[in-house]
């Protein structure tokens, strides 16, 4: 089955991965290898998995294999040598990536997601603010959700809050005791906003909270459940 080979020396981050779509198998023992993923899918899909790969990680180098013992019956036919080929083949190359004043990305000024990769978590979470998330888009929140960067663990709260992504609540809760003042705050505005009064467990204690601002929330949150 065709593969393709994400290749850099220096290891991916955890921001890094968060970019890259699902389906990707991280491989941490045969460097310069860093991600694979196995496609049997036509040209198109092919070329645009690859395209992500490259946008996502624009200093790896994209490769194309074939695993022994796959028939190359198996593998997607060969593109027409046309001008749509042409252009598949030019899309491989990674671009380079430029931003306007507020921090998005000029070729995709309406992507949420370029404003929280660059730590505007307001201007990034307006943009969320009506719509539902998709696969791929709730898997990365989980994934942020996981992190230890404060910035990811607040924005992952504001985004399901935003998204009315209620089911989120109980994995949020954990968040209500960190440390940073951000991440408390976010998530006691989020469980006011997706969780009910069971909720109140995790919120009551931040009602004496040192941050006033934590403390405003949590006094909300509890008399929205009384």
Same mark, same amino acid.
């Given at each position: =089955? ?8 220096? #290891? ?19 460097? &310069?290898?860093?991600? /694979? ?9 092919? +070329?645009? +998995? @690859? ?14 294999? *074939?695993? @022994?013992?796959? &028939? ?14 042409? !252009? ?20 995709? #000024?309406?992507?949420?997601?370029? !404003? ?19 696969? +791929? ?6 994934? =942020? ?5 404060? =910035?990811?663990?607040? @924005?992952?709260? /504001? ?26 705050? *976010?998530?006691?505005?989020?469980? @006011? ?5 069971? =909720? ?14 934590? /403390? ?11």
């Amino acid at each position: =089955m065709p593969t393709i080979e994400l290749r850099r020396p220096a #290891p991916l981050t955890r921001r890094e991965r968060t970019l890259l779509p699902g389906g990707l198998d991280f491989i941490e023992d045969e460097p &310069p290898l860093l991600a /694979r993923i196995q496609l049997y899918v036509p040209l198109p899909k092919f +070329v645009e +998995v @690859a395209v992500t790969l490259a946008r996502a990680i624009p200093d790896a180098e994209i490769c194309v294999v *074939e695993e @022994a013992g796959t &028939p190359t019956s198996e593998l997607p036919p060969s593109p027409p040598k046309d001008r749509t080929s042409e !252009a598949a083949h030019r899309a491989l190359v990674p671009k380079k990536r430029t931003f306007d004043d507020h921090g998005l990305e000029d070729d995709d #000024p309406d992507n949420p997601w370029s !404003a929280l990769d660059l730590s505007d978590i307001d201007q990034a979470a307006a943009r969320f603010e009506g719509h539902k998330l998709d696969s +791929v888009g709730r898997d990365r929140v989980r994934a =942020m959700l996981r992190s230890t960067d404060p =910035m990811e663990l607040a @924005a992952a709260c /504001r985004i399901a809050r935003v998204t009315e992504w209620r089911s989120m609540a109980q994995s949020i809760k954990r968040c209500a005791r960190h440390a940073d003042t951000r991440v408390r705050l *976010e998530a006691v505005m989020a469980l @006011a906003q997706l969780g009910g009064p069971s =909720m109140s467990l995790a919120v009551r204690p931040l009602l004496d909270d040192a941050a006033p601002e934590v /403390r405003a929330a949590a006094e909300q949150a509890m008399s929205k459940w009384q």
